[in-house]
């Protein structure tokens, strides 16, 4: 059973950076970040696979987030630069276990609890 414990969410300006950490219980092939903002459906942000650290974007985010993982720690990490307010929301954790690069939420299996990012104006 994968468990993804998500930390690092708070409270920043625009401009800013946070670096969100994901930490499991145990081992999945492709793990995905994912955020939703109030009143807004679930949405992709970056995913890798963990073997081989092939990563993918949303279109939004590229070139300011950053996935990574580090296998001796089993986690998983984004690190978001050059934050806006529209990047705001629950940012979540997600693994799935087929090492299929996706964007579909409703394919991951393993989601954690949420950190929440404020990025204010």
């Known amino acids: 059973q994968v468990q993804p414990v998500e930390s690092g969410g708070g409270l920043v300006q625009t401009g800013g950076s946070l670096r969100l950490s994901c930490t499991a219980s145990?081992?999945?092939?492709?793990w995905g970040w994912f955020r939703q903002a109030p009143g807004k459906e679930r949405e992709f942000v970056a995913a890798?696979?963990?073997?081989?650290?092939?990563?993918k974007y949303a279109d939004s985010v590229k070139g300011r987030f950053t996935i990574s993982r580090d296998e001796d720690k089993n986690s998983v990490y984004l690190q978001m630069d050059s934050l806006t307010p529209s990047d705001s929301g629950v940012y979540y954790c997600?693994?799935?276990?087929?090492?299929?690069?996706?964007?579909?939420?409703?394919?991951?299996?393993?989601w954690g609890q949420g950190t929440q990012v404020t990025v204010s104006s």
């Open positions: 997600a693994a799935r276990d087929n090492a299929v690069l996706i964007r579909d939420a409703t394919r991951y299996i393993y």
């Open positions: 145990g081992r999945a092939n492709v």
């Open positions: 890798i696979i963990r073997i081989s650290e092939i990563t």
